[in-house]
Protein backbone atom coordinates (compact mmCIF):
# COMPACT_ATOMS: atom_id res chain seq x y z
CA UNK A 1 0.00 0.00 0.00
CA UNK A 2 1.33 3.69 -0.92
CA UNK A 3 1.01 6.93 1.50
CA UNK A 4 -2.24 8.31 0.72
CA UNK A 5 -0.33 11.50 -0.39
CA UNK A 6 1.35 9.94 -3.27
CA UNK A 7 -2.04 8.12 -4.23
CA UNK A 8 -3.67 11.73 -4.45
CA UNK A 9 -0.38 13.27 -6.05
CA UNK A 10 -1.09 10.84 -8.37
CA UNK A 11 -4.55 11.86 -9.52
CA UNK A 12 -3.77 15.03 -9.49
CA UNK A 13 -0.47 15.17 -11.30
CA UNK A 14 -2.01 14.61 -14.80
CA UNK A 15 -4.48 17.42 -14.71
CA UNK A 16 -1.39 19.87 -13.60
CA UNK A 17 0.82 18.46 -15.96
CA UNK A 18 -1.81 19.25 -18.73
CA UNK A 19 -2.63 22.51 -17.48
CA UNK A 20 0.56 24.12 -16.80
CA UNK A 21 3.53 21.67 -17.67
CA UNK A 22 5.48 19.53 -15.43
CA UNK A 23 7.95 22.49 -14.57
CA UNK A 24 5.83 23.20 -11.16
CA UNK A 25 4.97 19.12 -10.45
CA UNK A 26 7.87 19.80 -7.38
CA UNK A 27 5.51 22.59 -5.64
CA UNK A 28 2.43 19.93 -6.12
CA UNK A 29 2.73 18.86 -2.19
CA UNK A 30 -0.38 16.76 -0.54
CA UNK A 31 -1.32 17.42 3.32
CA UNK A 32 -3.07 16.12 5.79
CA UNK A 33 -5.74 18.42 6.81
CA UNK A 34 -6.20 19.51 10.79
CA UNK A 35 -9.97 19.90 10.58
CA UNK A 36 -12.20 17.29 9.01
CA UNK A 37 -14.59 19.90 7.66
CA UNK A 38 -11.88 20.86 4.99
CA UNK A 39 -11.72 17.57 3.86
CA UNK A 40 -9.31 14.91 4.55
CA UNK A 41 -5.95 16.69 2.66
CA UNK A 42 -5.43 19.19 0.73
CA UNK A 43 -3.21 21.00 -0.66
CA UNK A 44 -1.85 24.68 -1.52
CA UNK A 45 -0.09 24.27 -5.10
CA UNK A 46 -2.23 27.45 -6.20
CA UNK A 47 -1.35 29.41 -3.47
CA UNK A 48 2.77 29.11 -3.97
CA UNK A 49 2.25 29.33 -7.52
CA UNK A 50 1.13 32.21 -7.96
CA UNK A 51 3.92 34.22 -9.16
CA UNK A 52 5.28 31.43 -11.54
CA UNK A 53 1.93 31.57 -13.18
CA UNK A 54 1.58 35.25 -12.81
CA UNK A 55 -2.38 34.69 -11.42
CA UNK A 56 -4.19 34.84 -8.52
CA UNK A 57 -4.19 31.76 -6.75
CA UNK A 58 -8.27 31.02 -6.60
CA UNK A 59 -8.31 31.58 -10.21
CA UNK A 60 -5.39 28.31 -10.61
CA UNK A 61 -7.18 26.40 -8.30
CA UNK A 62 -10.61 26.96 -9.99
CA UNK A 63 -8.70 25.74 -13.26
CA UNK A 64 -7.94 22.51 -11.44
CA UNK A 65 -11.04 21.92 -9.72
CA UNK A 66 -12.96 22.18 -13.25
CA UNK A 67 -10.30 19.47 -14.93
CA UNK A 68 -10.61 17.59 -12.46
CA UNK A 69 -12.28 13.79 -13.86
CA UNK A 70 -14.21 11.38 -11.68
CA UNK A 71 -12.02 9.06 -9.37
CA UNK A 72 -12.38 6.51 -7.55
CA UNK A 73 -10.20 7.86 -4.82
CA UNK A 74 -11.53 11.82 -4.40
CA UNK A 75 -15.31 11.83 -3.68
CA UNK A 76 -15.26 15.58 -3.51
CA UNK A 77 -13.25 18.92 -4.23
CA UNK A 78 -13.70 22.09 -2.95
CA UNK A 79 -11.71 25.61 -3.26
CA UNK A 80 -11.41 27.19 0.42
CA UNK A 81 -10.04 30.56 1.63
CA UNK A 82 -7.81 32.80 -1.00
CA UNK A 83 -7.03 28.98 -2.99
CA UNK A 84 -6.69 25.46 -0.50
CA UNK A 85 -7.58 22.77 -2.72
CA UNK A 86 -9.33 20.56 -0.28
CA UNK A 87 -10.34 16.86 -0.63
CA UNK A 88 -12.35 14.74 0.52
CA UNK A 89 -11.71 10.61 0.28
CA UNK A 90 -14.75 8.28 -0.88
CA UNK A 91 -16.12 5.72 1.34
CA UNK A 92 -15.37 3.28 -0.56
CA UNK A 93 -11.96 3.91 -0.52
CA UNK A 94 -11.57 4.18 2.69
CA UNK A 95 -13.24 0.89 3.21
CA UNK A 96 -11.33 -0.87 0.58
CA UNK A 97 -8.01 0.47 1.92
CA UNK A 98 -8.78 -0.31 5.42
CA UNK A 99 -9.20 -3.86 4.73
CA UNK A 100 -6.38 -4.45 2.89
CA UNK A 101 -4.32 -2.43 4.60
CA UNK A 102 -1.97 -5.27 6.50
CA UNK A 103 -2.56 -7.66 3.87
CA UNK A 104 0.44 -5.87 1.68
CA UNK A 105 3.46 -3.98 2.04
CA UNK A 106 3.66 -0.70 2.04
CA UNK A 107 5.15 0.89 -0.39
CA UNK A 108 7.04 4.34 -0.60
CA UNK A 109 8.62 6.34 -3.93
CA UNK A 110 12.30 6.75 -2.65
CA UNK A 111 15.62 6.67 -4.10
CA UNK A 112 16.89 3.35 -1.52
CA UNK A 113 19.70 2.15 -3.73
CA UNK A 114 22.85 1.58 -1.92
CA UNK A 115 23.28 1.55 1.81
CA UNK A 116 23.05 3.92 4.70
CA UNK A 117 25.18 3.82 7.27
CA UNK A 118 24.02 5.37 10.50
CA UNK A 119 26.44 6.25 12.97
CA UNK A 120 25.59 6.12 17.03
CA UNK A 121 25.62 5.66 20.84
CA UNK A 122 29.99 5.25 20.79
CA UNK A 123 30.22 5.00 23.77
CA UNK A 124 34.57 5.67 25.28
CA UNK A 125 36.08 2.41 26.11
CA UNK A 126 36.70 1.85 29.99
CA UNK A 127 34.14 4.27 30.60
CA UNK A 128 30.61 2.45 31.86
CA UNK A 129 27.59 3.82 29.42
CA UNK A 130 25.93 7.11 31.15
CA UNK A 131 23.26 9.09 30.89
CA UNK A 132 24.58 11.22 27.62
CA UNK A 133 24.77 8.12 25.82
CA UNK A 134 20.86 7.48 26.03
CA UNK A 135 19.52 10.02 23.12
CA UNK A 136 21.95 8.73 20.86
CA UNK A 137 21.74 5.18 21.45
CA UNK A 138 17.41 5.38 21.07
CA UNK A 139 17.55 7.70 18.27
CA UNK A 140 19.95 6.38 16.47
CA UNK A 141 18.08 3.06 16.88
CA UNK A 142 15.01 4.21 16.12
CA UNK A 143 15.99 6.01 12.58
CA UNK A 144 17.85 2.89 12.09
CA UNK A 145 14.51 1.11 12.02
CA UNK A 146 12.47 3.33 10.18
CA UNK A 147 14.60 4.05 7.50
CA UNK A 148 14.76 0.36 7.30
CA UNK A 149 10.77 0.11 6.93
CA UNK A 150 10.62 2.61 4.30
CA UNK A 151 12.98 0.72 2.07
CA UNK A 152 16.43 1.21 2.56
CA UNK A 153 19.35 -1.32 3.28
CA UNK A 154 21.08 0.31 6.90
CA UNK A 155 24.64 -0.85 8.58
CA UNK A 156 24.39 0.35 12.11
CA UNK A 157 27.97 1.41 12.94
CA UNK A 158 28.83 2.02 16.71
CA UNK A 159 32.03 3.94 16.32
CA UNK A 160 33.41 3.26 19.95
CA UNK A 161 35.73 5.47 21.46
CA UNK A 162 39.16 2.96 21.92
CA UNK A 163 41.94 5.31 21.22
CA UNK A 164 43.89 8.27 22.81
CA UNK A 165 45.66 9.40 25.64
CA UNK A 166 43.74 7.97 28.01
CA UNK A 167 45.02 4.89 27.24
CA UNK A 168 48.70 5.51 28.39
CA UNK A 169 47.12 6.55 31.97
CA UNK A 170 44.80 3.16 31.90
CA UNK A 171 47.64 0.99 31.93
CA UNK A 172 49.75 2.89 34.39
CA UNK A 173 46.48 2.65 36.45
CA UNK A 174 46.10 -0.88 35.57
CA UNK A 175 49.66 -1.49 36.53
CA UNK A 176 49.39 0.49 39.48
CA UNK A 177 45.92 0.63 41.49
CA UNK A 178 44.25 -2.34 40.31
CA UNK A 179 41.89 -4.59 42.50
CA UNK A 180 41.85 -7.62 40.85
CA UNK A 181 38.84 -9.06 42.83
CA UNK A 182 36.72 -5.55 41.66
CA UNK A 183 38.03 -6.22 38.09
CA UNK A 184 36.90 -9.86 38.09
CA UNK A 185 33.35 -8.48 39.57
CA UNK A 186 32.84 -5.93 37.23
CA UNK A 187 35.27 -4.87 34.93
CA UNK A 188 34.43 -1.28 33.56
CA UNK A 189 34.23 0.07 37.07
CA UNK A 190 37.24 -1.13 38.06
CA UNK A 191 39.03 0.79 34.85
CA UNK A 192 36.88 3.85 35.99
CA UNK A 193 38.25 3.58 39.43
CA UNK A 194 41.68 3.22 38.31
CA UNK A 195 41.76 6.00 36.06
CA UNK A 196 40.35 8.24 38.37
CA UNK A 197 43.10 7.39 41.12
CA UNK A 198 46.14 7.51 38.27
CA UNK A 199 44.63 11.11 37.47
CA UNK A 200 45.21 12.28 41.54
CA UNK A 201 47.97 10.53 42.00
CA UNK A 202 49.50 11.78 38.45
CA UNK A 203 48.40 15.44 39.97
CA UNK A 204 51.35 15.01 42.79
CA UNK A 205 53.83 12.74 40.67
CA UNK A 206 54.88 14.08 37.57
CA UNK A 207 56.94 10.66 37.22
CA UNK A 208 53.51 8.97 36.69
CA UNK A 209 52.43 11.23 34.05
CA UNK A 210 55.73 10.58 32.15
CA UNK A 211 55.51 6.73 32.10
CA UNK A 212 51.88 7.31 30.60
CA UNK A 213 53.28 9.02 27.87
CA UNK A 214 55.52 6.37 27.49
CA UNK A 215 53.23 3.62 27.85
CA UNK A 216 50.93 5.03 25.22
CA UNK A 217 53.86 5.26 23.17
CA UNK A 218 54.40 1.35 23.06
CA UNK A 219 50.92 0.87 22.28
CA UNK A 220 51.32 3.50 19.72
CA UNK A 221 54.06 1.21 18.07
CA UNK A 222 52.47 -1.66 18.97
CA UNK A 223 54.45 -3.04 21.78
CA UNK A 224 53.22 -6.81 22.36
CA UNK A 225 51.91 -6.41 26.16
CA UNK A 226 49.99 -2.80 25.53
CA UNK A 227 48.41 -3.98 22.58
CA UNK A 228 47.39 -6.90 24.25
CA UNK A 229 46.40 -4.97 27.66
CA UNK A 230 44.48 -2.35 25.54
CA UNK A 231 42.37 -5.19 23.01
CA UNK A 232 41.25 -6.55 27.14
CA UNK A 233 39.99 -3.08 28.07
CA UNK A 234 38.38 -3.30 24.46
CA UNK A 235 36.55 -7.14 25.38
CA UNK A 236 35.37 -6.45 28.65
CA UNK A 237 33.87 -2.83 27.99
CA UNK A 238 31.72 -4.03 24.87
CA UNK A 239 30.64 -7.27 27.35
CA UNK A 240 29.15 -4.40 29.25
CA UNK A 241 28.20 -2.45 27.00
CA UNK A 242 26.13 -5.27 25.10
CA UNK A 243 24.75 -6.33 28.43
CA UNK A 244 22.85 -2.68 27.84
CA UNK A 245 21.95 -3.10 24.50
CA UNK A 246 20.46 -6.17 25.30
CA UNK A 247 18.35 -4.70 27.48
CA UNK A 248 17.31 -2.30 25.38
CA UNK A 249 16.78 -4.23 22.47
CA UNK A 250 19.47 -2.18 20.83
CA UNK A 251 21.90 -4.31 17.79
CA UNK A 252 24.51 -3.17 15.47
CA UNK A 253 25.88 -4.73 12.77
CA UNK A 254 29.83 -3.08 13.03
CA UNK A 255 31.71 -1.95 15.68
CA UNK A 256 34.34 -0.18 14.29
CA UNK A 257 35.87 2.29 16.51
CA UNK A 258 38.70 5.35 16.03
CA UNK A 259 41.32 2.34 16.01
CA UNK A 260 39.65 0.82 13.10
CA UNK A 261 40.66 4.30 11.24
CA UNK A 262 43.53 5.06 12.38
CA UNK A 263 45.65 3.78 9.65
CA UNK A 264 43.61 5.77 6.96
CA UNK A 265 44.49 9.29 9.12
CA UNK A 266 47.77 9.79 7.38
CA UNK A 267 46.17 8.68 3.69
CA UNK A 268 43.65 11.79 4.75
CA UNK A 269 46.92 14.01 5.35
CA UNK A 270 48.32 12.76 2.15
CA UNK A 271 45.65 13.77 -0.12
CA UNK A 272 44.64 17.69 1.31
CA UNK A 273 48.49 17.99 0.60
CA UNK A 274 47.91 17.04 -2.41
CA UNK A 275 45.07 18.71 -3.79
CA UNK A 276 46.10 21.69 -1.74
CA UNK A 277 43.58 21.65 1.01
CA UNK A 278 45.88 21.89 4.04
CA UNK A 279 48.33 24.50 4.69
CA UNK A 280 50.51 24.80 7.57
CA UNK A 281 49.76 27.45 10.37
CA UNK A 282 52.20 27.53 12.84
CA UNK A 283 53.31 24.00 12.93
CA UNK A 284 50.12 22.31 12.28
CA UNK A 285 48.26 21.46 9.54
CA UNK A 286 44.82 23.24 9.29
CA UNK A 287 42.10 23.31 5.95
CA UNK A 288 40.79 27.05 6.07
CA UNK A 289 37.53 27.39 4.51
CA UNK A 290 36.42 30.52 2.09
CA UNK A 291 34.07 33.03 3.88
CA UNK A 292 31.25 31.88 2.34
CA UNK A 293 31.45 28.64 4.50
CA UNK A 294 31.53 30.84 7.92
CA UNK A 295 33.72 27.90 9.35
CA UNK A 296 37.10 27.91 11.39
CA UNK A 297 39.81 26.81 10.41
CA UNK A 298 39.62 22.98 10.99
CA UNK A 299 42.92 21.62 12.47
CA UNK A 300 43.13 17.86 11.04
CA UNK A 301 47.19 16.82 12.20
CA UNK A 302 48.48 18.76 15.65
CA UNK A 303 51.98 20.33 15.49
CA UNK A 304 53.14 16.94 17.21
CA UNK A 305 52.14 14.74 14.31
CA UNK A 306 48.90 13.66 16.46
CA UNK A 307 45.36 13.84 14.30
CA UNK A 308 42.09 14.63 15.33
CA UNK A 309 38.66 14.05 15.37
CA UNK A 310 38.03 15.73 12.39
CA UNK A 311 40.71 13.64 10.38
CA UNK A 312 39.43 10.53 12.17
CA UNK A 313 36.00 10.63 10.65
CA UNK A 314 37.67 11.65 6.96
CA UNK A 315 39.26 8.44 7.46
CA UNK A 316 35.86 7.02 8.83
CA UNK A 317 34.18 8.99 5.01
CA UNK A 318 36.71 7.50 2.75
CA UNK A 319 36.81 4.02 3.96
CA UNK A 320 33.10 4.04 3.85
CA UNK A 321 33.25 5.43 0.58
CA UNK A 322 35.63 2.09 -0.70
CA UNK A 323 33.59 -0.15 0.99
CA UNK A 324 30.11 0.50 0.25
CA UNK A 325 28.14 1.36 -2.05
CA UNK A 326 26.73 4.71 -0.11
CA UNK A 327 23.63 5.90 -0.11
CA UNK A 328 23.51 8.52 2.65
CA UNK A 329 26.03 8.82 5.73
CA UNK A 330 24.19 9.97 9.07
CA UNK A 331 25.63 11.00 12.34
CA UNK A 332 23.47 10.89 15.62
CA UNK A 333 25.44 12.70 17.89
CA UNK A 334 24.42 16.09 20.62
CA UNK A 335 23.79 19.57 18.97
CA UNK A 336 27.62 20.57 20.52
CA UNK A 337 28.96 18.52 17.58
CA UNK A 338 27.08 20.80 14.79
CA UNK A 339 30.47 22.93 13.57
CA UNK A 340 32.52 19.87 13.45
CA UNK A 341 30.64 17.99 11.73
CA UNK A 342 29.74 21.02 9.42
CA UNK A 343 33.95 21.51 8.74
CA UNK A 344 34.10 17.57 8.19
CA UNK A 345 30.92 18.11 5.63
CA UNK A 346 32.33 20.84 3.82
CA UNK A 347 36.06 19.27 3.80
CA UNK A 348 35.03 16.09 2.22
CA UNK A 349 32.72 18.28 -0.60
CA UNK A 350 35.86 19.95 -1.22
CA UNK A 351 37.87 16.50 -2.06
CA UNK A 352 34.91 15.38 -4.74
CA UNK A 353 33.62 13.61 -1.77
CA UNK A 354 29.91 14.11 -2.69
CA UNK A 355 27.43 11.17 -1.53
CA UNK A 356 24.55 12.73 1.12
CA UNK A 357 25.58 13.48 4.97
CA UNK A 358 23.20 14.28 7.59
CA UNK A 359 24.26 15.17 10.95
CA UNK A 360 21.35 13.99 13.17
CA UNK A 361 21.80 16.37 16.14
CA UNK A 362 19.91 16.48 19.71
CA UNK A 363 19.17 18.44 22.77
CA UNK A 364 20.64 17.55 26.24
CA UNK A 365 18.68 15.53 28.92
CA UNK A 366 17.81 17.43 32.42
CA UNK A 367 15.76 15.48 35.08
CA UNK A 368 12.88 17.78 36.45
CA UNK A 369 12.99 16.04 39.53
CA UNK A 370 16.46 15.43 42.51
CA UNK A 371 16.39 11.67 41.58
CA UNK A 372 19.83 10.70 40.32
CA UNK A 373 20.96 14.14 41.26
CA UNK A 374 22.05 14.15 45.36
CA UNK A 375 25.50 14.25 44.71
CA UNK A 376 26.94 17.17 42.62
CA UNK A 377 28.37 16.43 39.17
CA UNK A 378 27.80 12.40 39.71
CA UNK A 379 27.18 11.36 36.12
CA UNK A 380 24.59 9.02 36.00
CA UNK A 381 25.02 5.74 34.63
CA UNK A 382 22.57 4.15 32.05
CA UNK A 383 22.10 1.25 33.90
CA UNK A 384 20.93 2.76 37.08
CA UNK A 385 18.27 4.92 34.82
CA UNK A 386 17.16 1.47 33.81
CA UNK A 387 17.07 0.11 37.33
CA UNK A 388 15.65 3.14 38.44
CA UNK A 389 12.95 3.05 35.46
CA UNK A 390 12.14 -1.17 35.99
CA UNK A 391 11.42 -0.09 39.45
CA UNK A 392 9.53 2.98 39.37
CA UNK A 393 7.19 0.71 36.97
CA UNK A 394 6.76 -2.22 39.40
CA UNK A 395 5.49 0.35 41.54
CA UNK A 396 3.11 1.48 38.79
CA UNK A 397 1.79 -1.81 38.19
CA UNK A 398 1.97 -2.91 42.04
CA UNK A 399 -0.90 0.25 42.59
CA UNK A 400 -2.71 -1.00 39.66
CA UNK A 401 -3.37 -4.44 41.26
CA UNK A 402 -1.26 -5.91 38.42
CA UNK A 403 -1.00 -9.47 38.16
CA UNK A 404 1.41 -11.83 36.19
CA UNK A 405 4.84 -11.83 35.97
CA UNK A 406 5.42 -8.31 37.39
CA UNK A 407 9.21 -8.41 37.11
CA UNK A 408 8.93 -9.08 32.65
CA UNK A 409 6.12 -6.83 32.85
CA UNK A 410 8.12 -3.81 34.63
CA UNK A 411 11.17 -4.25 32.36
CA UNK A 412 8.97 -3.77 29.14
CA UNK A 413 7.42 -1.24 30.37
CA UNK A 414 10.17 1.05 32.36
CA UNK A 415 12.33 0.63 29.34
CA UNK A 416 9.93 1.47 26.98
CA UNK A 417 9.06 4.70 29.08
CA UNK A 418 12.97 5.72 29.02
CA UNK A 419 12.56 5.33 25.24
CA UNK A 420 9.56 7.14 24.53
CA UNK A 421 10.10 10.07 27.12
CA UNK A 422 12.91 10.66 24.52
CA UNK A 423 11.53 9.93 21.41
CA UNK A 424 8.16 11.69 21.59
CA UNK A 425 10.41 15.21 22.11
CA UNK A 426 11.46 17.63 19.16
CA UNK A 427 15.24 15.54 19.40
CA UNK A 428 16.63 19.28 18.32
CA UNK A 429 14.97 20.28 21.69
CA UNK A 430 16.44 20.04 25.46
CA UNK A 431 14.18 17.85 27.51
CA UNK A 432 13.12 17.74 30.75
CA UNK A 433 12.85 14.16 32.01
CA UNK A 434 9.98 13.81 34.83
CA UNK A 435 9.26 10.36 36.09
CA UNK A 436 5.44 10.81 36.45
CA UNK A 437 4.81 12.14 32.80
CA UNK A 438 7.01 9.13 31.60
CA UNK A 439 5.03 6.18 33.25
CA UNK A 440 1.83 7.98 32.72
CA UNK A 441 -0.85 5.90 31.69
CA UNK A 442 -3.19 9.07 30.86
CA UNK A 443 -0.97 11.26 28.86
CA UNK A 444 1.33 10.83 25.45
CA UNK A 445 3.57 8.43 26.94
CA UNK A 446 4.73 4.44 26.05
CA UNK A 447 2.71 3.05 29.07
CA UNK A 448 -0.53 4.86 27.19
CA UNK A 449 -0.22 3.08 23.99
CA UNK A 450 0.93 -0.39 25.54
CA UNK A 451 -2.17 0.00 27.37
CA UNK A 452 -4.15 0.80 24.40
CA UNK A 453 -3.06 -2.13 22.64
CA UNK A 454 -3.42 -4.52 25.75
CA UNK A 455 -6.62 -3.16 25.72
CA UNK A 456 -7.33 -4.45 22.50
CA UNK A 457 -5.80 -7.68 23.25
CA UNK A 458 -8.34 -8.69 25.99
CA UNK A 459 -11.43 -6.59 23.68
CA UNK A 460 -10.54 -9.43 21.05
CA UNK A 461 -10.23 -12.48 23.15
CA UNK A 462 -13.65 -11.49 24.58
CA UNK A 463 -14.96 -10.93 21.64
CA UNK A 464 -13.87 -13.59 20.34
CA UNK A 465 -14.82 -13.52 16.79
CA UNK A 466 -13.14 -15.09 13.65
CA UNK A 467 -13.35 -14.05 10.60
CA UNK A 468 -13.36 -10.37 10.42
CA UNK A 469 -10.74 -9.22 8.22
CA UNK A 470 -13.05 -8.48 5.00
CA UNK A 471 -16.12 -6.70 6.74
CA UNK A 472 -16.08 -3.43 7.39
CA UNK A 473 -18.77 -0.70 8.16
CA UNK A 474 -18.35 3.01 9.22
CA UNK A 475 -21.47 3.59 11.26
CA UNK A 476 -20.71 6.90 13.39
CA UNK A 477 -17.75 9.59 13.71
CA UNK A 478 -15.82 7.60 16.25
CA UNK A 479 -15.27 4.75 13.66
CA UNK A 480 -14.25 7.20 11.09
CA UNK A 481 -12.14 8.88 12.94
CA UNK A 482 -10.11 5.96 13.98
CA UNK A 483 -10.35 4.19 10.28
CA UNK A 484 -9.08 7.59 9.01
CA UNK A 485 -6.24 8.07 11.37
CA UNK A 486 -5.39 3.95 10.65
CA UNK A 487 -4.48 5.06 7.08
CA UNK A 488 -1.99 7.68 8.14
CA UNK A 489 0.47 5.23 9.18
CA UNK A 490 2.44 4.90 6.37
CA UNK A 491 2.96 8.72 6.27
CA UNK A 492 3.59 9.14 9.55
CA UNK A 493 6.59 6.61 9.01
CA UNK A 494 7.43 8.41 5.91
CA UNK A 495 7.26 12.03 7.45
CA UNK A 496 9.65 11.10 10.33
CA UNK A 497 12.22 9.03 8.29
CA UNK A 498 12.63 12.44 5.86
CA UNK A 499 13.23 14.71 8.56
CA UNK A 500 14.59 12.04 11.02
CA UNK A 501 12.56 12.70 13.45
CA UNK A 502 10.89 9.80 15.49
CA UNK A 503 8.47 12.17 17.59
CA UNK A 504 6.34 12.72 14.34
CA UNK A 505 5.66 9.01 14.59
CA UNK A 506 5.11 9.26 18.42
CA UNK A 507 2.48 12.52 18.00
CA UNK A 508 0.72 10.26 15.19
CA UNK A 509 0.57 7.20 17.73
CA UNK A 510 -0.94 9.19 20.45
CA UNK A 511 -3.11 10.67 18.03
CA UNK A 512 -4.14 6.90 16.93
CA UNK A 513 -4.83 5.57 20.49
CA UNK A 514 -6.66 8.73 21.29
CA UNK A 515 -8.98 8.35 18.22
CA UNK A 516 -9.40 4.40 19.49
CA UNK A 517 -9.78 4.77 23.01
CA UNK A 518 -12.46 7.37 22.36
CA UNK A 519 -14.43 5.08 19.69
CA UNK A 520 -13.77 2.53 22.94
CA UNK A 521 -15.47 4.31 25.44
CA UNK A 522 -17.93 5.54 23.11
CA UNK A 523 -19.25 2.57 21.21
CA UNK A 524 -20.43 -0.56 22.53
CA UNK A 525 -18.42 -3.19 20.95
CA UNK A 526 -19.32 -6.80 22.63
CA UNK A 527 -23.14 -5.98 22.15
CA UNK A 528 -23.25 -4.95 18.54
CA UNK A 529 -24.47 -7.21 16.33
CA UNK A 530 -22.69 -9.62 14.03
CA UNK A 531 -21.99 -7.85 11.29
CA UNK A 532 -20.83 -4.41 13.14
CA UNK A 533 -19.38 -7.03 15.33
CA UNK A 534 -16.96 -8.11 12.94
CA UNK A 535 -16.86 -4.68 11.58
CA UNK A 536 -15.30 -3.05 15.21
CA UNK A 537 -13.28 -6.12 16.13
CA UNK A 538 -11.72 -5.09 12.32
CA UNK A 539 -10.82 -1.63 13.38
CA UNK A 540 -9.71 -2.46 16.54
CA UNK A 541 -7.43 -5.35 15.14
CA UNK A 542 -6.52 -3.22 12.80
CA UNK A 543 -5.57 -0.34 15.71
CA UNK A 544 -3.44 -2.77 17.45
CA UNK A 545 -1.34 -4.01 14.41
CA UNK A 546 -0.55 -0.40 13.60
CA UNK A 547 0.23 0.87 17.34
CA UNK A 548 2.33 -2.47 17.37
CA UNK A 549 4.13 -1.86 14.60
CA UNK A 550 4.67 1.59 15.45
CA UNK A 551 6.06 1.02 18.70
CA UNK A 552 7.97 -1.45 17.16
CA UNK A 553 10.13 1.28 15.25
CA UNK A 554 10.43 3.14 18.89
CA UNK A 555 12.02 -0.06 19.58
CA UNK A 556 9.60 -0.53 22.30
CA UNK A 557 7.92 -3.80 22.83
CA UNK A 558 4.01 -4.66 23.71
CA UNK A 559 2.15 -6.54 26.35
CA UNK A 560 -0.84 -8.53 25.65
CA UNK A 561 -1.81 -7.75 29.55
CA UNK A 562 -0.91 -4.73 31.55
Known amino acids: MKPITDIIYNELKPVISELFGNDLLDKLV?????????????????????????????????????????????????????????????????????????????EFNLDTRGQVIIDYSSPNIAKPMHIGHLRSTVIGDSIKRILKFVGYETIADNHLGDWGTQFGALIVGYRNFLNEENYKNNPIEELERIYVEYTKAAEENEELKEQARTELAKLQQGEKENTKLWKEFIEVSLQEYEKIYKRMGIEFDTYNGESFYHDIMHEIIEILKEKNLAEEDEGALVVKFDEEANLHNAIVQKSNGSYLYTTSDLACIKYRREHYDVNKLVYVTDHRQQTHFKQVFKIAEMLGWKEEKVHVYFGLMRFADGVFSTRKGNVIKLKDLLDKAKEKAREVLEERNSTGDLDTKAEIIGIGAVKY?????????????????????????????????????SLMKKANVKDFENTLVIENEYEEKVVKNILKFPNAVLRAAEAYKPNLLTDYLYELAQSFNSFYNNVNVIKSEETQLKSRINIAAKTAFVIGKGLDLLGIKTLDEM
Open 421 to 457: ADLSQNRTSDIIFDWDKVLSFNSNSSPYLQYTFARIS
Open 30 to 106: IQETNNSKFGDYQTNFAMITSKDLRQAPKKTAEKIVENFKDSKLIDKIEIAGPGFINLFLKDEFIITSLINFDKKDF
